[in-house]
């Protein structure tokens, strides 16, 4: 059975209860009586996805599919790779919008199963994205980990840098419009998406209340236990496509020997002992949360389990490549055989934009109702 399969799912603890009623019909379902479950997700189409998106978010994605849904929406968040600075050259935009696609359809994302899409092309997320501005708290936004991150460098007492726009700062609201559009339920997602998860909630809470109707349901977080993969090159920061140096992730289109070169030179320390132990051995960690996610194991019960009698960096390196390229490696293949069927993935997301087009545009529907506009 393919890891995609066989990871267990976890509620975040933290999220809001979502309403859950009994299953209703697409049809049947109403602002009085919301869907039993949705599921929503999005990528950003920045560079192909890594081993980090896959652990901790895309995997789950694939599991959900075969989980009762009344709806299965994911999504290739374009407009929101507009916020990178600097701008996305055009042409490396487009072939990152087709080569995500590509990655999705080859790790398991089935078109009769899931609605795959892009966000771009159903204007209904930017139309309720306005909505939303509307009723959300400057505040809220001002304590956004991902944007505190990017305007720290300015002193509150200096106007922002000019590589700080609108865009960047909106972004939540864009992915709470991203869910709250197709009314969804639960959002799989890393450990670094939680406060924007959070804030989805406040925000259609605050809807809900202003006008009286009880249309959104509180959009919940699905975790996998891998929440969050290190960089290999430094593992006190988060695995990322936007990370220069490529020798910091893998990517699920590395070949084996690019995999296997990767792990031999992550960062671990002087120690030949293999031990559990994330404050003190966070480049040992990360290494064997990459090989118990891999495996769907523990990663505290490896040192005494499947890894006892290691010993040395390089003989637990070595173990720790064989089970990431046995992950990537199926994955890269379908990738790769994707690479000479471009009409049909074409086709893929021409349908799913149509479809995903529908389900939204039935919301904005109610949301035009609720507030007014008709
Ligand atoms: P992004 O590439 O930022 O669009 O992320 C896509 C999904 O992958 C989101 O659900 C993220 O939370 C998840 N993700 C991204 N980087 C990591 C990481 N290093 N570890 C675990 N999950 C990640
Ligand atoms: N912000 C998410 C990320 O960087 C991507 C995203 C956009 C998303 N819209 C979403 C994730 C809606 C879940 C639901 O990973």
Redesign the pocket.
Known sequence: MPAATRTVLSVATTAATATTRSATSAAAATAASPPARRIL????P?GV??L??F????RQWVQLQDQPAQSVVYSI?DLHALTAHPPVPPTTLRDSIHNSARVLLALGIDPKKSILFQQSQVPAHTQLQWVLTCVTSVGWLNRMTQWKTKAGSSPADTAPPAALKMGLFAYPVLQAADILIYRATHV??????HQHLELARDIAKVFNTNYKINLFPMPQAVSTS?????SLTDPTA????SHANPKSRIDLTDSDTQITKKIRGAVTDSDASVTWDPEHRPGVANLLSLYAACRDLDPASLPEGELKGVVGMANLKQKVAECVVDTVRPVRDEYLRLGGEEAYVREVLEEGNARARAEADATWEMVMKAVGMK
């Open positions: 997700s999005g990528i950003q920045t996805p890594h980090g998106n652990l901790g978010a895309l968040v799989p997602v890393g450990e670094d998406q891998a929440k969050r993969i290190m988060k695995m990322s496509k």
